[in-house]
């Protein structure tokens, strides 16, 4: 049972435009979410995350949206780069961002130049 | 920011014998970390909490005297896989929560192969 799902493996922009990466959660449990960026043989990074509490977090080209009613939030890369071409995970908490995480299976992005 | 450090980063070993992979926080105290396994194609899947000073705690269908953690300080954590065999093959990564961050900080992460 996939507590936390990101049903589309791949994605495929040009560069400039807009990264829309989404994910769906099961959980109502889970208070807190994350988005990683994976490289092959690396360890995750950290990109931005969100509170339950908010519908949206900003950090630079990189928006959260979070819909709660809906479990779905979503990750926005606005203007997209080729540097932005890695694997995406979401993530999600019960008790905050820093402890024991619930990871989709990641969705592949390629921007291309 | 706070650094997590994983070795080795890959290693082939031989079926039957034990690898040991370390887990270290440089620059801060970590009473808790985190080990993962990935599988290809796969999501990161919690293993383990390992707890400075005491046992760690295991994630359902993961077994214990396979798959040894030990935490003996507040900046080490070892997970080391005995016995290895072919399916155990897969990519290990441990990470660190700190005080004061929303988020844990992840290592690079070991492949593992088992030959």
């Known amino acids: 049972d996939q507590q936390v799902k990101q049903n589309s493996p791949s994605l495929s922009v040009q560069e400039g435009r807009i990264s829309i990466l989404n994910c769906d959660y099961t959980?109502?449990?889970?208070?807190?979410f994350l988005w990683y960026k994976k490289y092959p043989a690396e360890g995750p990074t950290f990109l931005i995350s969100?509170?339950?509490?908010?519908d949206k977090n900003e950090d630079g080209r990189f928006t959260v949206f979070l819909n709660k009613s809906a479990k779905h939030l979503s990750l926005h890369i606005v203007p997209s780069q080729p540097g932005d071409s890695a694997v995406y995970f979401c993530?999600?908490?019960?008790?905050?961002?820093?402890?024991?995480?619930?990871f989709g299976k990641g969705t592949k992005l390629t921007v291309n130049p | 920011g706070a650094v997590v450090s994983q070795h080795p980063s890959w290693v082939i070993c031989k079926s039957g014998t034990s690898v040991k992979i370390e887990c270290r926080s440089l620059?801060?105290?970590?009473?808790?970390m985190f080990w993962y396994r990935q599988f290809p194609k796969q999501s990161l899947m919690l293993m383990a909490t390992?707890?400075?000073?005491?046992?760690?705690?295991?994630e359902q269908g993961v077994e214990k005297d396979k798959f040894l953690i030990n935490h003996a300080s507040l900046t080490l954590s070892t997970l080391t896989v005995t016995s290895a065999h072919p399916e155990d093959s897969s990519f290990y990564i441990c990470?660190?929560?700190?005080?004061?961050?929303?988020?844990?900080?992840f290592g690079q992460g070991t492949r593992l192969t088992v030959v």
């Open positions: 390992s707890n400075e000073g005491s046992k760690a705690t295991y």
């Open positions: 993530a999600a908490s019960v008790r905050g961002g820093s402890e024991k995480l619930v």
């Open positions: 959980n109502s449990m889970f208070d807190y």
């Open positions: 620059d801060f105290q970590a009473t808790t």
């Open positions: 990470s660190a929560p700190t005080f004061g961050n929303t988020e844990a900080f």
């Open positions: 969100i509170s339950s509490i908010k």
